[in-house]
């Protein structure tokens, strides 16, 4: 087969960090090829480089067989190349077709009716189900997705770039879009998929090349390369993939939750009559598709939306109407499902987001003054502990950082913290396996210190690796509470769907 893309001996440096040190990626005619690497490996920045959004310091790319200079995402796009970003570059308040066709108008006239069509026909034609005039804020994020493709499609892209496309999507729509990967690639299109989530690079790839703290390690063929081999190349080591955890030692209650009702953002009730307690010592799987009422009772507990009725009791103490900082200093840690909204202060430096939720008081500071040497030995403990990699350490800013390195250090500042309850929503998005093992072992490790854990993830696998008994949720109602070695998925699944265990009913 003729390759299509070679992006040969690359190197790139940022400010105290070599991103792409030598690397060479091949991609075929026709093949999906993943990118392989650890968070901050240099995944992003060397597709970044083939899209135009860097350029390297040294080294070749050949498009087709000739050697091509790429300035900008424009030049990129001239040669075929489209790129699906981790967050996505959408209008939210313009249709479908005005997304696509933004920077492609031409003319002096918008002709947003032929540009419908050749939406529509485009989406027909490679099973992407989208309705050309819908509004960008009225559909899903899986939807959102295709709008992305899309617009790499109606460029006359063959060349598609996938970065961390699963990340925010739900297991459904993962299916969808490993079944859409298929059909782009059976019209002739050649895609690179930069992933760190094996499972599905063994579903969907044909090879795969790995890299490791910037440098190229090797390129496999997926079908005969096993999950294991593929992690440890991409760690350095071997990888456990399985939770090791002894029996939980269960203690008082520390989170009660009493016929609660929430409302959602569609003034309709979110959380409907929600009872369940989480005790010290366990942890509490929250098991749910999402957006059957997970946010609203996240929010609820953390203070971040108000509860309709009912109690919410931490630790003895009634924090219903409390305050956020009262629900902090009490003893709840969050790490919350949208980390760049609810997480971290993208302007700030990682110094600083450590410390957002306890600058005010001793000992990070003192008679009202932040104390320096214990917040820049504070941050520099959970950067360490947390492996968060940076180029300008502790005084990086957060928004710098990859969506992976964001994400640990979100949870390695709410775990540091000790808090009574950690509310962990999603705590290993975006994280490699590597990362993944390590951020379950302090989970654990939380839980046996005594304290209480309740998780929200929408992985299965992640719920019965962890929790101790699961809660599950449909339509904001609890469904039912099990102890996790007293079921399996099967069953959890039937759940998620609205049918009752006890008495069958739906």
């Known amino acids: 087969m003729s390759h299509v893309i070679e992006m040969l001996n690359i190197r790139k440096e940022f400010p105290g960090i070599v991103a792409n040190d030598d690397i060479t990626l091949q991609v075929e005619q026709g093949e999906i090829h993943a990118i392989l690497g650890e968070n901050g490996a240099g995944k992003s920045t060397l597709m970044s480089i083939l899209f135009g959004l860097y350029h390297a310091d040294r080294g070749q790319i050949k498009v087709k067989g000739k050697e091509v ?16 970003h981790q967050h996505f570059q959408l209008v939210h308040n313009f249709t479908v077709t005005e997304n696509i066709i933004l920077g492609k108008e031409g003319g002096f006239l918008l002709d947003r009716r032929s540009a419908s069509k050749k939406i529509k026909a485009l989406s027909e034609k490679y099973g992407l189900n989208i309705d050309p005039d819908m509004v960008i804020e009225d559909i899903t ?120 009702n929430v409302m959602s953002n569609k003034k309709v009730l979110g959380v409907k009559d929600f009872s369940l307690s989480v005790k010290a010592g366990e942890i509490v799987g929250i098991a749910g598709v999402d957006g059957n009422g997970q946010t609203e009772l ?89 492996d968060v990699r940076s180029g300008e350490g502790i005084f990086s800013l957060a928004g710098k950082l990859s969506g992976g390195n964001q994400q640990k250090l979100i949870v390695g500042r709410e775990v540091v913290a000790d808090p009574e309850l950690l509310i962990a929503v999603q705590p290993t998005r975006g994280l490699d396996v590597g990362a993944i093992e390590y951020i379950h072992s302090q989970l654990v490790a939380h839980r046996d210190k005594g304290h209480a854990v309740l998780l929200v993830s929408f992985e299965l696998d992640e719920i019965f690796n962890l929790s101790d008994r699961i809660a599950v949720m449909n339509s904001g109602e609890l469904i039912d509470v099990v102890k996790t070695s007293e079921t399996n998925e099967e069953e959890v699944g039937l759940m998620m769907a609205g049918v009752r265990q006890k008495d069958g009913e739906q």
Do not use: W
């Open 69 to 84: 200079h790429i300035h900008d995402p424009n030049d990129a796009n001239d040669l075929g190349i489209g790129m699906v």
């Open 298 to 386: 996240v929010e609820a507990i953390t203070g971040l939306r108000p509860v309709e009725s009912g109690t919410i009791t931490l630790d003895g103490n009634d924090i219903t109407h409390a305050d956020i900082r009262r629900r902090n200093e009490i003893g709840i840690g969050h790490i919350p499902e949208d980390r760049q909204k609810r997480g971290l202060v993208m302007a700030s430096s990682l110094f600083n987001n450590v410390a957002i939720k306890e600058y005010y008081h001793s000992p990070f500071s003192k008679h009202g003054i932040l104390d320096a040497d214990y917040l820049r030995e504070y941050a520099q403990k959970v950067t360490e502990q947390f």
């Open 141 to 260: 994020v899986g939807m959102q997705q295709r709008v992305e493709i899309l617009k790499m499609l109606y460029r006359d892209a063959d060349i598609l770039i996938f970065d961390e496309p699963t990340a925010v999507l739900t297991p459904q729509e993962i299916d969808d879009l490993m079944e859409i990967m298929r059909n782009l690639v059976s019209e002739g299109k050649s895609v690179i998929l930069i992933t760190h989530k094996l499972n599905e690079i063994k579903a969907v790839a044909d090879r795969c090349t790995i890299i490791r703290r910037g440098k190229f390690i090797g390129v496999v063929d997926v079908k005969t390369t096993s999950v294991s081999k593929m992690a440890s190349m991409m760690v350095g080591r071997p990888v456990n993939f399985k939770v090791e955890k002894k029996l939980a030692q269960v203690g008082r209650v520390i989170l009660d939750l009493h016929d609660l």
